[in-house]
């Protein structure tokens, strides 16, 4: 899960991280006494969507102007009019796709000198299993672009989780940032903050691009993006309480809601599977026969009928599903149980599209049976290269 911008300073200054001071914006009318309340003189107006690239980004819309989604201002009015252009518009940048997102949120802050911009991110490293520093010089920039061009730039250390975090990581991410002086201690300090942040809040990334160096010496976190560990938010009511919906895939939201691991792509082939490497290989499989899947949808190894039909439901809503492709092992899942759940579904939303079912397993015959009985018109494939290449057919003509 992730959440905004202005949630995720107010989070890390609980930490004791310094930030600069804000006021997050819902309406319009609201711009101008948020800005008021600012020291200025320059004050930084922000759209805040889960999204990066928001400088870069460009808006849909004329209205909004032609500057991308961080602007400055010089006075509260101006602030406010900024504010007041960029709500309601639709903000584009490389990591929205060419759709946007709608900014209903903005974050008005107060200007800061800058004199450097660094990077500073904790992340869970998948091979050691352990929280991983990664600093760099070049702070402001993609970090992606950082790694294919100057990748000698970056620096990366995982932390033992037998010793816990010391000064002395501090102070590694402070001479590989080239810091001097007072600014080591308070990079030393800032490190232990994040890391418990990171821990105590069960994160899953933490990015301050940039963390920047003031022109007077000091340190201050200047933007900065959390992701928490879906799998852990039952313990985290707090972090819950900051969900944003209308930033999340409307499909995405409601299989979250029945517990369904759902992935919106781009194709046109719907899938239903159960068990996350089946999955895998049904949309490798479909790729191959000249096709791309619409979505990853593992229903889970305890499926039941209500979760089948609201799995079906959700891949029929998508406009771009040509076709649907059922492809289900029966282990622990019964065959029964997935043909039952498809029929309710299909008599519920209808079928307006061709759907091809390949069922293995428990309960084998009787799910074909079930499907055969039913008088739909669903094409059985005997397995599954035989079912993705029907369905593919089928899409493809």
């Known amino acids: 899960m992730n959440i905004h911008e202005y949630q995720a300073k107010a989070l890390l200054k609980s930490y004791g991280c310094p930030v600069s001071d804000g006021r997050a914006v819902l309406k319009a009318e609201e711009a101008k006494t948020a800005a008021g309340e600012l020291d200025g003189p320059l004050w930084v107006v922000k759209a805040q969507i889960h999204a990066g690239g ?5 808006f849909k819309e004329p209205e909004a102007g032609e500057k991308g989604g961080v602007r400055l201002a010089k006075s509260v009015e101006e602030a406010a009019e900024l504010a007041k252009q960029m709500l309601g518009r639709t903000l584009v940048t490389h990591q929205t796709g060419p759709a946007g997102k709608q900014v209903n ?52 250390f995982s932390v033992d989780p037998a010793s816990g975090l010391s000064d002395f990581h501090g102070r590694r991410v402070a001479f590989a940032l ?34 920047i160096v003031m022109t007077d010496g000091n340190l201050k976190v200047l933007d900065a993006k959390l992701g928490f560990d879906n799998n852990a938010l039952y313990r985290q009511p707090d972090i819950m309480s900051l969900r944003d919906e209308t930033e999340e895939d409307p499909k995405e939201l409601a299989a979250s809601k029945f517990d369904l691991n759902y992935i919106a792509l781009d ?131």
């Open 105 to 156: 949120r903005i974050y008005i802050e107060d200007g800061s000198d800058i004199s450097r911009e660094l990077y500073l991110a904790l992340l869970v490293d998948r091979q050691t299993s352990r929280v991983s520093f990664v600093v760099s010089t070049e702070g402001g920039m993609d970090i992606e672009e950082v790694a294919a061009k100057t990748p000698e730039k970056i620096l990366s």
């Open 54 to 58: 928001r400088g870069k980004g460009k």
């Open 178 to 211: 080239g810091l001097e002086g007072a600014q080591v201690k308070q990079c030393v300090q800032l490190v232990k903050n994040l890391y418990r942040a990171f821990i105590e809040k069960d994160m899953e990334m933490l990015e301050i691009n940039p963390l």
């Open 267 to 397: 194709g046109e082939i719907g899938c239903m599977v159960n068990g996350a490497g089946l999955a895998m290989a049904t949309m490798d499989i479909i790729k191959l026969y000249g096709a791309e899947p619409a979505n990853f949808l593992d229903v889970g190894g305890g499926a039941t009928k209500e979760k089948v039909t609201e799995a079906f439901k959700i891949i029929t809503s998508d406009p771009n599903v040509k076709g649907i492709l059922v492809n289900i092992f029966g282990g622990i899942m019964r065959c029964d149980i997935i043909a039952e759940g498809v029929i309710s579904a299909v008599k519920e939303v209808g079928l307006k599209v061709p759907l091809v079912v390949r069922l293995e397993g428990t309960n084998v015959e009787k799910g074909k049976e079930i499907i055969q009985n039913s008088g739909l018109n669903v094409i059985a494939g005997d397995d599954l290269a035989d079912a993705a290449k029907k369905i593919v057919k089928a899409v493809k003509g």
